[in-house]
């Protein structure tokens, strides 16, 4: 019965507190139409997540476009298909890889420096001196780091994958040999703006969406200790991309 007991416990306590995440995320989005007058606020949040994070973005983003033109040339070298290599580059990095590595790279670098420093405010009670000041933090701390992550991460997977397309070039036609014409005329011909290019990015918007509201919530919601911000920035980074992967499954099935 003991087990029973505390299996019952565990599944009330996890409800319980996707309870107060879905509320939380209602106060933040009601918020955010008080970034009009507080424009500077979202840009300096832009450039924390957004700019901070770009450098990671394109060094990876090449270096995956890179592996890609490696490995996919020899695979269709084996068919004859060579000239099929900007294709299969450029749909794999605009449909599945640059989304999902940059929802995962959001999600280490800026997610988890979101939540630290959250909960450092937290910990330190400057968001009880907000309050006692009349300020509500919702409007000042939460909402701009919300809506940050939401517009930053789909310009980020958009730059991604275009790093990611010049490095597939400079392997697969420099390097490799393929026909520079046929790498950008087969790219072009296959990749759809509505299909793929469009898509991909309300999967980063998704992400950036959900990256965001986890990052911001588990800084709120950490126990004020430095152990406590420590757990809380762990479990930012391991919920964020075990919700990245969930939900590219997902969105993969209704979209393609």
Same mark, same amino acid.
């Not at 393929?178 to 759809?192: C, E, I, K, L, R």
């Not at 980063?204 to 911001?216: H, T």
């Not at 391991?238 to 393609?256: E, H, K, N, P, W």
């Given at each position: 019965?003991?087990?029973?007991?505390?299996?019952?416990?565990?599944?009330?306590? @996890?409800?319980? !507190?996707?309870?107060?995440?879905?509320?939380?995320?209602? *106060? /933040?989005?009601?918020?955010? %139409?008080?970034?009009?007058?507080?424009?500077?606020?979202?840009?300096?949040?832009?450039?924390?997540?957004?700019?901070? &994070? $770009?450098?990671?973005? $394109?060094?990876? #983003?090449?270096?995956?476009?890179?592996?890609?033109?490696?490995? #996919?040339?020899?695979?269709?070298?084996?068919?004859?298909?060579?000239?099929?290599?900007?294709?299969?580059?450029?749909? &794999?990095?605009?449909?599945?890889?640059?989304?999902?590595?940059?929802?995962?790279?959001?999600?280490? *670098?800026?997610?988890?420096?979101?939540?630290?420093?959250?909960?450092?405010? +937290?910990?330190?009670?400057?968001?009880?001196?907000?309050?006692?000041?009349?300020?509500?933090? =919702? +409007?000042?701390?939460?909402?701009?780091r919300f809506f940050a992550? =939401?517009?930053?991460?789909?310009?980020?997977a958009a730059m991604f994958?275009?790093?990611?397309?010049?490095?597939?070039?400079?392997? #697969?036609?420099?390097?490799? %040999?393929?026909?520079?014409?046929?790498?950008?005329?087969?790219?072009?011909?296959?990749?759809?703006?509505?299909?793929?290019?469009?898509?991909?990015?309300? +999967?980063?918007?998704?992400?950036?969406?959900? @990256?965001?509201?986890?990052?911001?919530?588990?800084? &709120?919601?950490?126990?004020?200790?430095?152990?406590? @911000?420590?757990?809380?920035? /762990? !479990?930012?980074?391991?919920?964020?991309?075990?919700? @990245?992967?969930?939900?590219? =499954?997902?969105? /993969?099935?209704?979209?393609?």
């Amino acid at each position: 019965m003991d087990f029973v007991a505390r299996f019952g416990r565990f599944w009330l306590d @996890v409800l319980e !507190r996707l309870g107060r995440a879905h509320l939380f995320l209602a *106060r /933040t989005l009601g918020a955010i %139409g008080s970034l009009i007058p507080r424009f500077g606020l979202l840009v300096r949040q832009l450039h924390a997540v957004g700019v901070m &994070t $770009l450098s990671i973005v $394109l060094v990876s #983003g090449l270096f995956v476009g890179m592996v890609l033109a490696l490995q #996919g040339y020899y695979l269709l070298e084996g068919f004859g298909a060579e000239a099929a290599l900007g294709q299969a580059v450029a749909l &794999t990095l605009v449909r599945e890889l640059g989304p999902v590595v940059t929802g995962l790279l959001f999600a280490g *670098r800026a997610g988890s420096a979101m939540t630290a420093e959250i909960g450092l405010m +937290k910990a330190t009670e400057q968001l009880s001196g907000l309050e006692m000041m009349a300020v509500d933090p =919702f +409007k000042r701390v939460y909402a701009p780091r919300f809506f940050a992550g =939401f517009l930053a991460l789909p310009m980020l997977a958009a730059m991604f994958s275009a790093v990611g397309v010049v490095g597939g070039y400079l392997v #697969g036609v420099e390097v490799l %040999g393929v026909d520079a014409g046929a790498y950008w005329s087969n790219m072009q011909s296959s990749v759809a703006f509505l299909d793929d290019v469009v898509q991909g990015l309300i +999967k980063a918007c998704v992400f950036g969406f959900v @990256v965001s509201w986890i990052a911001i919530f588990e800084g &709120t919601d950490c126990i004020p200790t430095s152990e406590g @911000v420590s757990a809380a920035t /762990t !479990r930012t980074v391991v919920y964020s991309s075990l919700a @990245v992967l969930g939900l590219d =499954f997902v969105l /993969t099935a209704i979209m393609f």
